[in-house]
């Protein structure tokens, strides 16, 4: 299941780096993740896993800042496993703990005006956006069927950690979990099954051994030539998916990535679903870890409580929430203002023009730029044009190379902290893509 994940994430993630016709580093990097992953799910052995501890963790931090929150999860957790050295007593309970802590800070940032409000909920949002790639029409803000889907989102959420803990409900918690994600994974337009994928390994650490005994029983019961005959499927579609993503996209590997991908994935999910429907028994789980894992989990928490603090917005497990945190004030139904550590949300900048299509994007869609993430954009763009306001003044640069304060370097960990725009006239709106000054 986690050689399966690494290859949802390549299947919705492309364009950080290729290995041909010119090799990057980020690209020989996911070239390793696919091709690991692909053996792991073919022939499963300990040092695979082993190895994506190390290549995962490495994939996160070459590919930010533009990061899904399921990719810095992916990383903590074969972080945990490499630290462990795999050994699964102490592995396991650090797992589950992780995915709690995740979930519970990912569930509690939906706890703002912003999702709970129809007219600017991501969960309206993506309703509609599944509904859509079915051809189906969309629902209206203003019909309850939106608040089902903003309320019944974040209460869904809330819920599911609170069963795992449980030992009554736990099995319960993991079929809802099972059946919300799988359902949100169906987007036919969005590559959510990437997100879905890491999850799925991770809530069936909350089911009895049973669980992998009935999943592990459907290649047993394949006859050996039609075992051989599915083991070369398998590798085909990891080296074809692995392959797409790391070399120019075509029409062809595009279609592979974005529609091909539900030719394996929904038999996957079906197969995860079946095997977790014979685990009715509630599991008695460890819980204890050791300080190193520990210390793995008390990054989490700390990436967690990161938009908080306002030391970064983006991948803070606060992903689709309208969580806006801004210079000390936050839209957040109970943490009322934040603790800024940082003073990037001070002065935010308006692009009021510019010759650069990414920076004009902000000043169509009426978004406000922290410093940082302008600075940031602006040092790699050093032949743009632009037209900013900041303080209440006007600035124009006709070339921002020849500027010497907006082309100094920047602070070295500015790229692993990312602040994300701010929407201007209706700030917690949802926004359902990374723009491109991140």
């Not at 074969?78 to 802590?101: C, Q």
């Not at 390994?201 to 592990?216: C, G, K, M, N, T």
């Not at 934040?338 to 920076?359: A, F, M, Q, Y």
């Not at 003044?393 to 902290?417: K, N, Q």
């Amino acid at each position: 299941m986690w050689g399966l994940a690494m290859l949802a994430h390549l299947a919705g993630n492309w364009g950080h780096g290729n290995v041909w016709p010119e090799p990057t580093l980020v690209g020989v990097v996911l070239l390793s993740v696919g091709l690991v992953g692909t053996a792991a799910l073919v022939v499963p052995r300990r040092w695979m896993l082993l190895a994506l501890g190390v290549l995962v963790p490495v994939a996160v931090v070459l590919e930010a800042p533009m990061l899904g929150n399921h990719w810095v999860l992916a990383g903590f957790v074969s972080l945990a496993y490499l630290v462990t050295g795999g050994r699964w007593e102490v592995f396991e309970p650090s797992a589950r703990i992780i995915l709690l802590v995740f979930y519970s800070f990912a569930a509690f940032a939906k706890l703002n005006a912003g999702f709970l409000d129809p007219a600017t909920s991501c969960g309206l949002f993506y309703a509609n956006h599944w509904l859509v790639s079915f051809g189906l029409g969309s629902i209206p803000a203003s019909s309850p069927l939106a608040w089902v889907s903003s309320w019944g989102a974040a209460l869904i959420e809330l819920a599911i950690p609170i069963l795992l803990m449980i030992k009554r409900t736990r099995t319960i918690g993991v079929f809802v979990a099972i059946a919300f994600h799988g359902l949100i994974s169906l987007d036919l337009a969005q590559h959510f099954y990437d997100f879905t994928a890491v999850l799925l390994a991770l809530f069936v650490l909350f089911l009895p051994d049973s669980y992998a005994e009935r999943f592990e029983s459907v290649g047993r019961s394949i006859r050996p030539s039609a075992r051989w005959v599915l083991v070369a499927a398998v590798s085909v579609v990891g080296i074809a998916v692995t392959g797409a993503n790391v070399t120019p996209l075509s029409p062809e590997s595009a279609w592979w990535l974005i529609t091909g991908s539900f030719l394996w994935w929904v038999p996957y999910l079906a197969l995860v679903a079946w095997a977790a429907v014979g685990s009715l028994e509630p599991a008695r789980l460890g819980w204890r870890v050791g300080p190193v894992t520990a210390a793995v989990v008390a990054l989490v928490v700390v990436n967690g409580l990161t938009p908080y603090l306002e030391v970064k917005t983006a991948y803070g497990w606060n992903m689709y929430s309208n969580l806006v945190t801004v210079d000390g004030t936050s839209n957040h139904l109970l943490v009322r203002s934040t603790l800024p550590i940082r003073e990037g949300h001070r002065n935010l900048v308006t692009v009021v023009s510019s010759d650069d299509p990414g920076l004009q994007i902000y000043a169509d869609e009426g978004y406000l730029l922290p410093w940082p993430s302008f600075r940031l954009y602006a040092v790699d763009h050093a032949d743009t044009g632009v037209v900013i306001e900041r303080f209440g003044i006007t600035f124009e640069v006709s070339r921002i190379g020849d500027d010497p304060d907006l082309s100094a370097p920047v602070p070295w960990w500015w790229r692993w902290m990312p602040l994300r725009a701010v929407h201007g006239e209706t700030p917690q709106r949802c926004q359902p893509v990374f723009l491109p000054a991140l």
